[in-house]
């Protein structure tokens, strides 16, 4: 079984393809590694995304751009968002919770328009 060299990863084919500029690829990235739990450690490396930027785990190489390194520091795609942020981008907090320029925190109950 090859692996793929740094820089480049497994498609779902099977064939290496140059790892996109906002990702991170390691020796042996595969996108179907992506499907295991243990995603991302060293058994089982995938591309991941440089701070900034953000995918979903359903489209992997489908990358958005994003605010702030806080509000996407980076990892493996569907996982890259910071604390208490989801959503595309990690633009939304959770409910009860506003950013505070680089965490959800709780609102507290102050009034938020």
Known sequence: DCLCPTMTYRTLGGG???CP???HCEL???LANLANPLAGSKEFPVPELEPRYWASLEMPL???RCRSDARCPGGKPGSACGQGLEGQAC???KAGTHFDGQACVD???ANLS
């Open 16 to 18: 290496c393809e140059q």
């Open 28 to 30: 042996g990235s595969d």
């Open 107 to 109: 609102c507290d109950g």
């Open 62 to 64: 489908d990358i958005f």
């Open 91 to 93: 633009e939304h907090c």
């Open 21 to 23: 500029t906002s990702m």
